[in-house]
């Protein structure tokens, strides 16, 4: 299978600071991989997904994302290459809460041309797919349950077929058997769309789902 | 640029009041900003046509000022008397084409009476040189004639033929001339100068009724109006004159020669110049007030950027979103400029509109539509609120930087 990531000796540095937050020798991940990212807060997590999706630009090292380096790109290329490639899924408070769940889902396609081809058909299977009641679909976001909210980000991230999901703690905020039937509901999408995904979490117990495991600590080579 | 519209509308939907109370600071100033300026223009126009094709002004008062203000505008204290003497002097001076004699004092239930000959409706003339026209009826011709202004017919409901009774000085229910009987000969045309307001009635007849006053009592000496028409009583004083030459070169001459008359202290008022005196007390006051006004846009300013800066911490998890699907940081100098823009532009709309509709309603003649330069001033305005909201989106600019996709709060 082919390489989807490939960073090599990635290292960033906070302006004023002392030393390095983010030092990575070497990560490849393949096309179609689940990666499972194990680490405590404050360990540089925010850090390398701000670097790997583009928003910030590391010191050294080269980022390669679908056979391209991205720290050749400019900011506003980063931000569209971005846009086009990647579906992100945060801890919480992913969505607008004054806008409606669809409205919410297909502000993915508002930055990204590449995502706005067959929308409204799109957002209705991904909604049907991630169980979210055709009620729910014209409320306002804030009347959402949290547990619902975290599987309309889902359909966020997943529409228009980006090539990467990324999932910064995404269940961190859902009760136990809530984050059972998320994490199912997550993996049967990402599997039928083919898409490679990233979870980054400090919860040992769902490493169970992924076929590679890694402790951000040993990737990331700093003293901290 | 079009979902970035609909996102902005979107999230102040969900925040209508405050968005309202910007909105609705912003057309005050708008308001009071437009309004002072039409007010002050309207008002400038409005001196400006009251009177034309006068020469000269003659009273016997020092202020320029005030002699334009009792003689023309029929405000401001009453003038000194000059002598009916020098009247008939001036007007017999070479130079002299015409001369009307002015005398005011009087009122008729609130109007002013203007004592006057026949000859003013010959000679006074408003706006772009036009006459005073007769809607109804003559000029004096009788002893008891009187003639009134447009206004003074619709709100007392005279027509020509009606009989009146006018008022020993300005208390209107107090003295009256209830023995003399005035009768309405002529209705003026409008003309939206103080003649609208005026009764006029002759010169003579004023003098005439008031023999029987003394030191402001009546003295009944029984003289019937009929014998009193006939007495010929000869005019001894007037508030003043207007004058017009023959030759307008000769202007600064014979203002020369009134200003040092020798029978009494007398003075020539050149209306063009004491009318630009009053521009210029205008002027200081419409600064005041302009002042004044861009200090509320100033505040109204303030308002709309505090309710910006309250949604600021909000906005952090509103731009860390839209930037993990691709938007670049600029998105938040955007976001800020089509708030700002919709604020300033609401209030402007509801401001112009709040202006016209009092234009339209209001007594004040306030002129319909924006000039040229009132358009710049909204302009500045819309300049100005967007220029201010770079204040917020500068802020969210550095917390998104900082938070980048992960928002700590």
Known sequence: ???????????????????????????????????????????????????????????????????????????????????????????????????????????????????????????????????IPHLLRVKKAMNLSVGEQQRVAVARALIGKPKIIIADEPTSALDNDVKEKFMELLFKQVNAQNSTLVFVSHDKGLSSYFESVYDFDEINGVEL | MRELFYLTFKSIQNRKITFLLSVISIAISVVLLLGVDKGIKSSKKHFINTINSTDIIVASSNGSLDILL?????????????????????????????????????????????STDENYFKYYRYSSKKFLKFAKGRGLVDFYDVVIGSEVAKKLHLKVGDTIHLSHGKHHHKHIHKNRAFKVVGVLEKTFTPNDESVFMQLKADEAIHIEWQSGHFVDMHISSEKLSRMDIEPKHISGMLLGLKNRSTILSVEDKINHYRGENLKAVIPAKALSKLYKLMKNLQDLLMIISSAVFIAAIFTMLSSMFSTLSERRREIAIFRSLGAGVKTVFILFGIESFLVVMSGVVMGVVLVEIFGLFSPFKLSLGIDVYQFFMLFCMVVIALLSSLFPAMKSYKNSLADGLVVKI
């Open chain 2, 70 to 114: 009792n003689l023309i505008f029929h405000i401001s204290d009453p003038l000194k008397e000059m002598s009916y003497k020098s009247f008939e002097d001036i007007k017999s001076f070479d130079e002299v084409s015409w001369a009307v004699p002015l005398s005011l004092g009087d009122s008729f239930k609130g109007f002013d009476v203007v």
């Open chain 1, 1 to 131: 299978m082919k390489n989807i990531i490939r960073i090599n000796s990635c290292s960033f540095r906070y302006l004023n600071a002392v030393q390095d937050i983010i030092n990575i020798k070497n990560l490849t991940i393949k096309e179609g991989e689940h990666v499972f990212l194990r680490g405590k807060s404050g360990s540089g997590k925010s850090t390398f997904l701000n670097i790997l999706t583009g928003v910030i630009e590391p010191q050294q090292g080269s980022i390669e994302i679908l056979g391209r380096d991205i720290t050749t790109l400019s900011v506003s290329q980063r931000d569209k290459f971005r846009g086009d490639n990647f579906g992100i899924i945060f801890q919480q408070l992913n969505l607008l809460p004054y806008l409606s769940v669809e409205e919410n889902i297909s502000l993915a396609c508002a930055f990204s041309q590449q995502k706005s081809l067959n929308i409204k058909k799109e957002i209705n299977y991904l909604l049907d797919a991630l169980e």
